[in-house]
Nanobody, 124 residues
Framework: QVQLVESGGGLVQAGGSLRLSCAASGRTFRSYAMGWFRQAPGKEREFVATISRSDGNTYYADSVKGRFTISRDNAKNTAYLQMNSLKPEDTAVYYC?????????????????WGKGTLVTVSS
């Protein structure tokens, strides 16, 4: 089973950018659909973006479409979330997720394996 470690979170001003990384263990990274989710204080965890295993299909929440970009580098066993034009409402713990069996579209509902999260704080 793949293990996931997120990095890249931090404090940024509104309008700024951050890039999150999700490093995966194991040699079968390319077999997993990958996704990013987030949980704001006092709220439930929500879907942000997912990416398919190899053909590059991506899915985004309406709230981040046009500002965030999910990508992956199968040679480096890493998934990324480039976040631009950040808003205070993007403040949350961001979690990386993986699924061996689900499609990227199915992962909108969640993954099977989760990282521990990285905190993103956007100040106004």
């Amino acid at each position: 089973q793949v293990q996931l470690v997120e990095s890249g979170g931090g404090l940024v001003q509104a309008g700024g950018s951050l890039r999150l990384s999700c490093a995966a263990s194991g040699r079968t990274f390319r077999s997993y659909a990958m996704g990013w989710f987030r949980q704001a204080p006092g709220k439930e965890r929500e879907f942000v973006a997912t990416i398919s295993r190899s053909d590059g299909n991506t899915y985004y929440a309406d709230s981040v479409k046009g500002r965030f970009t999910i990508s992956r580098d199968n040679a480096k066993n890493t998934a990324y979330l480039q976040m631009n034009s950040l808003k205070p409402e993007d403040t949350a713990v961001y979690y990386c997720a993986a699924s061996f069996s689900r499609t990227a579209q199915d992962m909108i509902n969640g993954g099977d394996t989760w990282g521990k999260g990285t905190l993103v704080t956007v100040s106004s």
